[in-house]
């Protein structure tokens, strides 16, 4: 079985230099990390002073936002995720990886997938607010330039999963 | 000679402009989506398959990732091609860091995905990332629409920049070699469980 079914994935080891220098090369050139989370906080600033103009002027964080950004989605971090589409999308199209599916333990229903994917997303995205960044954004690019919230941003995220795999043991093996 | 000390990073030293910046972001960003991708980081499977003790690639592509990074740094900085005093250096609020963290692991370990692997997982077609992503929204806007309420919480405890060799008191090398040990010793973990949990490959 391991034989037929071997990995068709980067040994992890050349997968993790090489992300390594993806990092390296955005510090160079641009004096910080790699991210996510902000990119879509980019994208929904911007659909609310599209959307609800008056609102966005007269509430706390989006009057801030605009005040230190001149155009939100101009920014370093949504250009960046539109590259993070383009090269996962041909890495997979190398693989021949490319198909539409709702990954899941065959224990669970896909119903049941989407409903815990859409409310993990909606924690990872609120606690990638309050935590300042994402696993990349925070963990991964702070603990290269040695932050020390990035390591505890780290720790705390791989520890509380950790903490609780028991408890959603169902829904991955 | 061509050398200049201290070059990068470039934009801060105007050797590239504020337009060309992007335009490298988005070269960065297709490097970045395909090692991600090319690694196995679009299956929530085998994401999740790291709390498991099955499958620890995360593990070690993460901590691989993060000393490459690191030690290319220092290197740069020892030949004077790159001052680290102009590199973004994550703030520490120490509450947030940490209740932002805690939230962040319950949402891993709920959705497979982290927001950058979510993103990776999209581009080769993975419904249930859309799933991921729509929620991920739906969290930022809770936050965004109710900033005034976690303001107090999103500011407290705030340390400046503190790195984590200037917290022990100890040279910049030294804690990075520190690391590098420490990384070693749980990639030799990490590859004991893969033996001890055998899975079949996602």
Redesign the interface.
Known sequence: ??EV??????N??I???????????????????????GA??S???ST?NTVAPSHAEN????KNYNETHENPM?S??V??????????????AF?K?????????PKITSKR??I??????????????????????????????????????????????????YF??K??? | MYKQIDM?????NEI?SPDT????????????????????F????KL?????G?DT?VL???????????V??LF?SLFG??D?D?????????T??????????????????????????????????L???????????????G??L??E??KANY?G?????E?LDIP?GV??LGLILMAFAM?WVGEWAEKKF?????
């Open positions: 079985m391991s079914k071997k990995t068709k994935y980067f992890p080891y997968g993790g230099v090489l992300l390594g220098l993806v990092l390296l090369a955005a510090n160079f050139v641009s004096g910080r990390g790699l991210g996510a989370s879509i906080k994208a929904v600033v609310v509430s706390a964080f989006y101009k370093w971090l250009f960046q995720m539109m590259g993070v589409l383009v090269g996962g999308f041909l890495s997979g693989a990886r490319l198909k539409f599916k709702v990954e899941r333990s997938r989407i815990f994917a859409i409310l993990g997303g909606m924690f990872f995205g609120f606690g990638s607010q309050l935590g300042r960044g994402c696993t990349s954004g925070s963990a991964l690019s702070g603990m290269a330039v040695l932050s020390v919230g990035g390591f505890l941003t780290m720790a705390c995220i791989f520890g509380t999963a950790f903490a609780l795999a959603f043991r829904n991955w093996i | 990068a990073p470039l934009i801060v590239i910046n992007l335009f490298i972001a988005f070269l960065i960003g297709i490097g970045f989506g395909f090692v991600l991708e090319g690694s196995g679009s299956s929530s499977r999740a398959g790291m709390f498991y099955y690639t070690k592509v993460f901590f691989t990732a993060a000393i490459t990074a690191m290319g740094m740069f091609w790159m680290l102009f590199v973004y250096i994550n703030p520490t609020y120490i947030s860091a940490i209740v932002g963290g805690v939230v962040m692991g319950i949402g891993f370990i709920m959705g497979g995905f982290c927001p950058g692997t979510a993103f990776c997982a999209i581009s080769i077609g993975k419904l249930d990332a799933a991921f992503i729509g929620g991920l929204t739906l969290g930022i806007v809770f936050f965004t629409e900033y005034p976690f303001e919480m999103y340390l920049t503190p790195t984590m060799n917290l910049r804690f990075a990639f055998p899975r079949e490959e996602y």
